[in-house]
């Protein structure tokens, strides 16, 4: 069964940045639908920046601009580097993947493969 490993999460401070990665187990995943999604406390689970399989992104509005979402395909990661951060941006951020083609997609129902999450605190 293909896992997806996160890592990068930690606590800052307000305007710092952060990168998060996401690790397949298998190498070909890379090249598949994939996506951040995050959930905060009390909030439902959010579509944050999705690629599609042919690099096509979307962002979802509060990230555009400080977010960007990018595979590495050297070292056979997706990433998402978060600048600028903000308080808001707290949660625990997960990676999502679909072997389908198509449009990058933020509804969490587009993926079936989820990785376990990593935790971002952002204190003012």
């Known amino acids: 069964q293909v896992q997806l490993v996160e890592s990068g999460g930690g606590s800052v401070q307000a305007g710092r940045s952060l990168r998060l990665s996401c690790a397949p187990s298998?190498?070909?995943?890379?090249?598949?639908?994939m996506a951040w999604f995050r959930q905060a406390p009390g909030k439902e689970r959010e579509g944050v920046a999705a690629i599609s399989w042919n690099n096509n992104i979307i962002y979802t509005d509060s990230v555009k601009d400080r977010f960007t979402i990018f595979k590495d395909n050297f070292n056979n990661t997706m990433n998402l580097q978060m600048n600028s951060l903000r308080p808001e941006d707290t949660a625990m951020y997960y990676c999502?993947?679909?072997?389908?083609?198509?449009?990058?997609?933020?509804?969490?129902?587009?993926?079936?493969?989820w990785g376990q999450g990593t935790q971002v605190t952002v204190s003012s």
């Open positions: 298998e190498d070909s995943v890379i090249r598949s639908s």
């Open positions: 999502a993947a679909d072997r389908r083609l198509g449009s990058p997609d933020l509804r969490s129902s587009a993926y079936d493969i």
